[in-house]
């Protein structure tokens, strides 16, 4: 077949992750070199504005008109592109066409979503013809859920390099989390709450930390969750996490797709950490019961109309560049094996994570997926970072996206 005319197309560019990401790229790479790659979206206007925003460097950057909803034209954007980076979201409302589009092609596509119910639809879809085609869908490539996803990877690769076996617990502990959220992030996750009141079967899906595993693929030992403040002898008191619900799926998917490469008794759960003694256990009380308040609140329709007009920011709106820079999040996660088998491992970033470190981690995973065409090149199906990726997405978020990986052993 004819090579086709970009290594990568970044979808959406013009929405607010899609911009920061596309700014990364420039960069990076610039224009008209090793890299080949464009910007597309619906709006030629929008996308005319942002190549002059992005500066000088980007007078040439290729652009591509093409409506998330018209699927003649993702097929044509599908055809011109190895890789189609998508940052179109809530993706459970807009995201299906471009998915069906890229495994009709054998594209290969990469997302940000943290919707678990969508991506759970999109395996069950489209998982069969995504492998006759050779299209290697990989979703969920930023804050959620890349640190845990590679996090784990690492860390149980260290065990078996170590110990000879991988550790059959892990707690992943938010450390530090220091950003804030955009206008699209809140519309996904409000999404997300309308779906699960408008079905039961998915409401009982979302409670299964095994949602985006085959039936065949997991022994399913019972998994730990922290829905309430708990006291952890490592983090002091920790409370739940609002991200636990995607993260923890996508690593079991990693367990399943790497044929139990944890173990079949793997068990793994998140949690954010409130620090030790009284005030530990005030703080994990209070962000508790502020995350139950809120998913209460957005699924009455007055208080989240109340919430989406006087606090929520809209799409489109975000953090600042300056709150972004700012930004900055850590993660610690705790293996512990048989015997004296024990292991900590810090993964941090340098950005506000859902934005300014999202947007770097992102691109970079977008141009691993590119560039991966030599040997351990993955087959045609629906993937996850760690399986799709793994050590070299690790090595490019190291050298160029300003993550870090650093175990605690002393």
Same mark, same amino acid.
């Given at each position: 077949?004819?090579?086709?005319?970009?290594?990568? =197309?970044?979808?959406?560019?013009?929405?607010?992750?899609?911009?920061?990401? &596309?700014?990364?790229?420039?960069?990076?790479?610039?224009?008209?070199?090793?890299?080949?790659?464009?910007?597309?979206?619906?709006?030629?206007?929008?996308?005319?504005?942002?190549?002059?925003?992005?500066?000088?460097?980007?007078?040439? +950057?290729?652009?591509? =008109?093409?409506?998330?909803?018209? $699927?003649?034209?993702?097929?044509?954007?599908?055809?011109?592109?190895?890789?189609?980076?998508?940052?179109?979201?809530?993706?459970?409302?807009?995201?299906?066409?471009? =998915?069906?589009?890229?495994?009709?092609?054998?594209?290969?596509?990469?997302?940000?979503?943290?919707?678990?119910?969508?991506?759970?639809?999109?395996?069950?879809?489209?998982?069969?013809?995504?492998?006759?085609?050779?299209?290697?869908?990989?979703?969920?490539?930023?804050?959620?859920?890349?640190?845990?996803?590679?996090? =784990?990877?690492?860390?149980?690769?260290?065990?078996?390099?170590?110990?000879?076996?991988?550790?059959?617990?892990?707690?992943?502990?938010?450390?530090?989390?220091?950003?804030?959220?955009?206008?699209?992030?809140?519309?996904?996750?409000?999404?997300?709450?309308?779906?699960?009141?408008?079905?039961?079967?998915?409401?009982?899906? +979302?409670? #299964?930390?095994?949602?985006?595993?085959?039936?065949?693929?997991?022994?399913?030992?019972?998994?730990?969750?922290?829905?309430?403040?708990?006291?952890?002898?490592?983090?002091?008191?920790?409370?739940?996490?609002?991200?636990?619900?995607?993260?923890?799926?996508?690593?079991?998917?990693?367990?399943?797709?790497?044929?139990?490469?944890?173990?079949? #008794?793997?068990?793994?759960?998140?949690?954010?950490?409130?620090?030790?003694?009284?005030?530990?256990?005030?703080?994990?009380?209070?962000?508790?019961?502020?995350?139950?308040?809120?998913?209460?609140?957005?699924?009455?329709?007055?208080?989240?109309?109340?919430?989406?007009?006087?606090?929520?920011? &809209?799409?489109?709106?975000?953090?600042?560049?300056?709150?972004?820079?700012?930004?900055?999040?850590? +993660?610690?996660?705790?293996?512990?094996?048989?015997?004296?088998?024990?292991?900590?491992?810090?993964?941090?970033?340098?950005?506000?994570?859902?934005?300014?470190?999202?947007?770097?981690?992102?691109?970079?995973?977008?141009?691993?997926?590119?560039? #991966?065409?030599?040997?351990?090149?993955?087959?045609?199906?629906?993937?996850? $970072?760690?399986?799709?990726?793994?050590?070299?997405?690790?090595?490019?978020?190291?050298?160029?996206?300003?993550?870090?990986?650093?175990?605690?052993?002393?």
């Amino acid at each position: 077949m004819p090579r086709p005319a970009y290594d990568l =197309v970044l979808h959406g560019a013009t929405s607010f992750v899609g911009r920061i990401v &596309a700014e990364h790229l420039i960069e990076r790479h610039g224009v008209g070199g090793e890299l080949r790659w464009a910007i597309s979206g619906r709006s030629p206007e929008r996308l005319q504005a942002l190549r002059v925003q992005l500066g000088p460097s980007a007078a040439k +950057l290729p652009v591509i =008109v093409s409506d998330a909803a018209d $699927p003649a034209a993702l097929q044509a954007l599908c055809a011109r592109t190895r890789v189609v980076a998508s940052t179109v979201g809530p993706y459970a409302l807009f995201g299906d066409p471009l =998915v069906a589009a890229c495994v009709a092609s054998g594209t290969d596509y990469c997302d940000l979503t943290g919707e678990v119910q969508w991506v759970r639809r999109m395996i069950a879809r489209h998982q069969s013809a995504a492998e006759q085609s050779g299209a290697r869908i990989v979703n969920c490539c930023g804050f959620d859920s890349l640190p845990s996803d590679l996090g =784990v990877h690492v860390l149980q690769r260290e065990a078996k390099a170590r110990f000879g076996a991988p550790f059959e617990r892990v707690r992943a502990r938010v450390w530090k989390l220091r950003g804030g959220f955009s206008g699209g992030t809140i519309a996904s996750l409000l999404n997300v709450v309308d779906e699960a009141r408008r079905d039961p079967e998915l409401r009982r899906a +979302l409670t #299964d930390p095994y949602a985006l595993c085959l039936p065949s693929q997991a022994k399913r030992p019972k998994q730990p969750e922290v829905r309430l403040p708990e006291h952890d002898p490592a983090a002091g008191w920790v409370a739940p996490f609002v991200m636990a619900g995607i993260n923890t799926r996508v690593v079991h998917r990693s367990n399943a797709l790497g044929g139990m490469a944890y173990g079949r #008794d793997f068990r793994y759960d998140e949690a954010v950490s409130c620090g030790p003694g009284v005030l530990g256990r005030a703080r994990a009380t209070a962000m508790a019961g502020a995350l139950g308040a809120g998913l209460v609140a957005g699924a009455l329709p007055p208080l989240r109309a109340v919430l989406q007009r006087f606090v929520l920011p &809209a799409p489109g709106e975000g953090p600042s560049p300056e709150q972004q820079r700012l930004g900055h999040w850590e +993660l610690r996660f705790f293996g512990e094996g048989a015997g004296d088998a024990r292991l900590a491992l810090k993964v941090s970033g340098d950005r506000d994570p859902g934005y300014g470190s999202t947007g770097k981690m992102f691109g970079e995973a977008a141009i691993a997926l590119a560039r #991966d065409r030599g040997r351990g090149r993955r087959a045609g199906g629906f993937w996850t $970072p760690a399986t799709a990726l793994g050590d070299r997405l690790v090595e490019r978020l190291v050298a160029n996206a300003g993550v870090r990986f650093e175990f605690l052993d002393g």
